[in-house]
């Protein structure tokens, strides 16, 4: 499932290697923690499996949550694409902080 192996870039890696199903960490390097509770222990790296467009969402969920929105306009005027996203990234930090 990794994505983006190309764009990957070892170099800026702090753990100074490329850590995939060929080439795995010698000890699980990589967990993700929700609620205090561990969901995943890799010994391959996660970040590869974040697509570019995700990034992207990322970046902009700080904005929507100032109440700056994608594109000029309201709520209607919004690509449901964009909408969509924030509402999932929205759930997901609801759910991590109730649990």
Same mark, same amino acid.
């Given at each position: 499932?990794?994505?983006?192996?190309e764009s990957f870039n070892c170099e800026t890696c702090q753990w100074g290697r490329h850590?995939?199903?060929?080439?795995? %960490?010698? $000890?699980?390097?990589?967990? @993700?923690?929700? %609620?205090?509770? $561990?969901?995943?222990?890799?010994?391959?790296?996660?970040?590869?499996? @974040?697509?570019?467009?995700? @990034?992207?969402?990322?970046?902009?969920?700080? /904005?929507?949550?100032? /109440? /700056?929105?994608? $594109?000029?306009?309201?709520?209607?005027?919004?690509?449901? @694409?964009?909408?969509? %996203?924030?509402? $999932?990234?929205?759930?997901?930090?609801?759910?991590?902080?109730?649990?």
């Amino acid at each position: 499932m990794n994505r983006n192996k190309e764009s990957f870039n070892c170099e800026t890696c702090q753990w100074g290697r490329h850590c995939d199903e060929r080439n795995p %960490a010698p $000890i699980e390097q990589w967990i @993700v923690k929700r %609620a205090g509770k $561990i969901v995943v222990e890799s010994t391959t790296c996660l970040l590869p499996m @974040v697509s570019n467009r995700s @990034v992207q969402f990322l970046n902009l969920f700080n /904005h929507y949550k100032n /109440h /700056h929105l994608l $594109i000029s306009g309201g709520i209607a005027e919004q690509p449901n @694409v964009y909408l969509t %996203a924030m509402q $999932i990234i929205n759930g997901q930090l609801n759910e991590s902080t109730r649990q």
